[in-house]
């Protein structure tokens, strides 16, 4: 989170402005977060480069530093770097204040588990998108041999000895099979996990664990079957790695679909290209031009004319490399304003449909047709309102509708958004919108 936005709470932007120009693609927040915890498996230092500067990293920062690892920051080239350091850590009790802000915290269990055989963790309960139980982490974590003990709020987790098993989830979990796989990494003899979850954020962490000794085999089949087998070694064979964060497929996303909804062209640069075939199928239905250089890693959208963008008639969720949950509020924003009828269905969280309130006030045709489904009828222009960021994506989604509204609009409680894009003004403010935080 850069300074400017630390401190402010509402983004004002005047819409009805098209995007032009380049901006950078930062760091992967849900790739960032678990190799912040797999730090914690290596005795020794580990560099993280191109890391973003967001509050959710600044949690898990802090949730690190409370087992007693040291954990800094610094400015790198493309972003921010952290040092961690996990050399003396012995504190396994998780402090509940950051824990309860940040959900993905529970992925501190299998590393905790890993490196010290216990953790005390409380629940990370529930979250404005929907439901968000933790049965399959605890399930992967007990196949491996750990104990959970659950009172109230608390979870207390213990082992002896993590065992390799094999382990078949009964359906795709992304933090359960990243929980899982951080505890398997050190346990003893060999894990299997089928049904592991496909997306990029998962591939990344194996990666990063590989390249600290690990010996993690991603199966050839592995986008049908989810096959991931993990060889256990000894905690001493893990070694300090210099390591660059991948690009964040969502933000990405985020501005492809502002500039369709603003209509201009842009060009981001440090484009995750091959995570986002899902998302550039739907922009092209929608009317979108890509120009892909792969000299430098960019990728131009040339966005058609408002009269021009049309909607494509369906849309669902799924699990990757289906189109991903987190851009449907996004994708929802550009429909809008986009010729005809879409209709979406989300199949991952089920209460991604709040910020349709928001949009309506904006002057939107919105009709949510059940708890999953919705459909969005084309109006020829949105209105500027003063509307309310409820969760990060449904929050940068608003934005996106300002940057397409005519006149002034404001989206105030943008701490839900900084918790995910850096400086969503500042990289739109960049691409020529008229934005900027109050
Ligand atoms: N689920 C269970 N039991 C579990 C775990 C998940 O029933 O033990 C259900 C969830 O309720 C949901 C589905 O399984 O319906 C998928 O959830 P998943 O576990 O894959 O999601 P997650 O790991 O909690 C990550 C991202 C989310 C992203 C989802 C789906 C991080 C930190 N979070 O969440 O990102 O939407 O995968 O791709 O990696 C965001 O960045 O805004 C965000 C919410």
């Known amino acids: 989170m850069s300074q400017t936005t630390q401190n402010t709470r509402l983004i004002r932007m005047e819409g009805g402005y098209p995007l032009e120009g380049t901006v950078r693609i930062q760091g992967s927040k849900n790739a960032t977060l678990p190799v ?142 990243q929980n899982t796989i951080l505890a398997a990494v ?12 496909k997306e990029p954020e998962v591939t990344a962490l194996c990666a990063f664990l590989n390249q600290a000794g690990a010996d993690i085999r991603i199966h050839k089949d592995f986008m049908e079957s989810g096959k991931i087998v993990i060889h256990g070694v000894e905690l001493c064979r893990l070694h300090g790695v210099d390591y660059c964060v991948v690009p964040d497929r969502i933000v990405a996303g985020t501005y492809l679909f502002a500039a369709l909804a603003a209509g201009g062209n842009i060009t981001l640069e440090n484009i995750p290209i091959s995570h986002l075939d899902s998302v550039c199928e739907v922009i ?63 199949k991952i969280f089920s209460s991604r449909f709040k910020i349709i309130e928001e949009l309506q006030r904006m002057g939107a045709d919105i009709a949510v047709t059940s708890e999953e489904c919705a459909i969005v009828t084309g109006v020829s222009t949105l209105e500027g309102r003063n509307v309310i960021a409820k969760e990060l994506r449904g929050g940068a989604a608003l934005v996106i509708a300002g940057l397409a509204a005519e006149g002034i609009t404001t989206v105030s409680d943008i701490c839900y958004i900084n918790r995910g894009y850096q400086d969503i003004a500042g990289d739109f403010a960049k691409l020529g919108a008229r934005i900027s935080y109050d």
């Open 186 to 197: 050190t346990a003893k003899g060999t894990t299997v996990i089928w049904n592991a979850a």
């Open 36 to 177: 912040m915890a797999a730090c914690l498996l290596v005795s020794d230092k580990c560099v993280l480069r191109g890391c973003p500067q967001i509050t959710d990293v600044m949690y898990m920062g802090t949730l690190i530093k409370s087992t007693g690892a040291k954990v800094e920051q610094t400015m790198g080239v493309n972003g921010m770097d952290i040092v961690i350091e996990s050399t003396d850590i012995q504190e396994c009790r998780l402090p509940s204040r950051y824990v309860s802000a940040m959900r993905s915290s529970v992925i501190l269990m299998g590393a905790l588990l890993g490196r010290l055989g216990e953790v005390y963790v409380d629940y990370p309960g529930g979250c404005v998108i929907g439901e968000r139980p933790i049965n399959l982490h605890l399930y992967g974590l007990e196949k491996l041999g750990a104990q959970i003990w659950t009172e109230g709020n608390h979870i207390h987790a213990y082992a002896d000895e993590l065992i390799g098993t094999e382990i078949r989830f009964p359906f795709s979990s992304v933090g359960a099979t």
């Open 284 to 346: 092209t239905g929608m009317g979108g031009i890509f120009s892909y250089h792969a000299d430098n890693n960019s990728l131009t959208l040339y966005a058609p004319n408002r009269s021009e963008l049309r909607n494509i008639s369906y849309i669902e969720t799924d699990i990757y490399p289906g189109f991903p949950t987190d851009l449907q509020s996004p994708l929802l924003a550009a429909a809008c304003v986009a010729n005809g009828k879409l209709m979406i269905k989300e």
